[in-house]
Structures are given as C-alpha cells and as structure tokens.
C-alpha cells in the first residue's frame, strides 16, 4: 500500500474514503469531477474567497442511502442567534456547510455560484453584517452591497 494511502488509512480510518480516494481521485475516467472541483476553486479564488472558503470532497450517505462523493464548502457568516430582553435580534458567527453531491447532474460553476453570489457578505465584518441585517425591511445575504 502507498504511503499516501496508509496515512489516509489511519487518518479517517474508513473503508468508504479509502475506495473513494482509490477509485474516483486517482481514476482517469473520474477526471470530470475533478474539473468541476477545480471550476468552483477557480471561481472561488476570482471573486476574493479562496482564504475564506474552504472546500473538501467528503463520502456522504444520498437520498437513496448509498455513500457518494459530495462537494463540502464551508465558511463562517453572522445567523440570527436570539431575542434579547427588549426583543432585538442577537447574531453570532456560525460556520454554514453547502453540500452537493457529484453526479452526473453536479456543475461546479452552479455550486460556486451558489457561494460567490454573497461574495460582499463573506467579505464584511461581523459588525457590518449586523447593521445590514437590523436595516428595516427583508435583508438577505445575496443582497448586501459593501459601502
């Protein structure tokens, strides 16, 4: 067994990962799940979010109860927490996970597009996050503009 597999062996320790790893990343067949892996890095980094995204291919259990191969990207946004005593939302930073599994439907400019479409969001501060979201009316992360 290669190094690199017996460190992934000991690391996740799961038969799943390891026949992923086996069969889709190094298999040339499986190279357009790697171009759409690539496609969302690409578009990703042009829109500034590359440091603050983070995307991983991970097995996950589908609607039909089989392991596959999901595309996770995860980052950090303020979400509404509670109501203080004067009924005032509180937020707080959370960490939010868009996944979507890689079949034959799967466009990795579609996930991205998913993600850079509040590029303004991601980028703001927790503080200019909140004074967006207490602004009077319906506020949604796609819609904040930076000042």
């Not at 026949?19 to 690409?42: D, G, L």
């Not at 207490?134 to 904040?144: C, R, S």
Request: glycine share 4%; with cysteine.
């Amino acid at each position: 067994m290669p190094l690199f597999c017996k460190i992934i062996a000991k690391k996740f320790s799961s038969f799943i990962f390891l026949y992923y790893i086996s069969t889709v990343i190094k298999n040339p067949n499986n190279m357009n799940i790697q171009n759409e892996i690539s496609e969302v890095n690409y578009q990703l980094a042009a829109h500034g979010l590359d440091e603050l995204v983070d995307v991983k291919v991970e097995v996950h259990e589908n609607e039909f109860g089989k392991n596959t191969p999901h595309l996770v990207a995860r980052y950090t946004e303020s979400c509404l927490d509670t109501l203080d005593d004067k009924g005032n939302p509180v937020y707080k930073l959370e960490q939010t996970e868009k996944f979507e599994e890689m079949n034959k439907w799967f466009s990795g400019q579609l996930f991205a597009m998913g993600i850079t479409q509040r590029a303004a969001w991601l980028k703001a501060t927790h503080e200019e996050r909140v004074a967006f979201m207490n602004q009077p009316g319906f506020n949604h992360p796609a819609h904040y503009k930076a000042a």
